[in-house]
């Protein structure tokens, strides 16, 4: 099994909703990521857990509020987002951190703030 | 000067052709690379790796690496309609080069 699953595919929410992003990884793998994409734009690193522990956080608004239950899961909770938020959210995994560690991506969630 | 660079195209090629896309980087990332290919509405798959100076063939692409010039290239062979789709270069950097930064992307038209 190489893959990364996402959900959901879609999402819409208003400002004063609370969501949460799912992602999941059966490859063994102890580094995963969340990126976020605007359209016509390459991906931007939002987040990173290594061995199950934050690592990195790019500055990102306290709106968005990562957790890794399991080496296998990672969540990405939303509350009180704002419109610009809207854009594909995706999930990556690695084998480990570092530079030879190849990421393989999430199909990813389509979310629009309204 | 951006960590890693891409002319954002369109790249147009007939089918059946070569098709090259480049990249450059600066000395702030890692000299590991992947190229990936993103279809648009859909996620980035990683296509091609990249770790040492030279050549590196996989079915119908190449990547090349020439850590001298700070350049890295992707070679797409016999090109198909179907690899039309904007390819995404990227490198690790920072502590522990745990993240990935990516150029703007290339995107590459085949024309039947």
């Known amino acids: 099994d190489t893959e990364v699953t996402q959900t959901p595919k879609h999402l819409v929410m208003g400002m004063t909703n609370k969501k949460s992003l799912k992602c999941e990884q059966h490859m063994g793998h102890r580094a995963m990521y969340w990126y976020k994409q605007k359209a016509k734009k390459p991906p931007e690193l939002m987040f990173v857990?290594?061995?199950?522990?934050?690592?990195i956080n790019e500055s990102v608004p306290s709106r968005f509020s990562p957790e890794c239950p399991n080496s296998s899961l990672l969540n990405l909770h939303l509350h009180a987002l704002q419109p610009e938020d809207s854009a594909l959210y995706l999930c990556?995994?690695?084998?480990?951190?570092?530079?030879?560690?190849?990421?393989?991506f999430g199909p990813g969630t389509r979310l629009t703030v309204l | 000067q951006k960590e890693v660079e891409q002319n954002s195209g369109p790249l147009s090629v007939p089918e059946g052709a070569i098709a090259s896309l480049n990249c450059t980087y600066s000395?702030?990332?890692?000299?590991?690379f992947f190229w990936y290919r993103q279809y648009s509405g859909k996620s980035p798959e990683l296509i091609m790796s990249?770790?040492?100076?030279g050549d590196k063939e996989d079915g119908r692409f190449t990547a090349q690496l020439n850590k001298a010039s700070q350049y890295v290239s992707l070679l797409i062979r016999d090109s198909q309609p179907s690899d039309s789709a904007t390819y995404l270069c990227a490198a690790p950097k920072g502590t522990g080069f745990q993240k990935l930064v990516f150029g703007t992307g290339t995107r590459l038209l085949v024309s039947p």
């Open positions: 857990y290594s061995y199950e522990k934050l690592s």
């Open positions: 000395d702030r990332v890692s000299q590991s």
């Open positions: 990556a995994s690695s084998q480990g951190p570092g530079e030879m560690n190849e990421q393989f």
């Open positions: 990249i770790y040492s100076n």
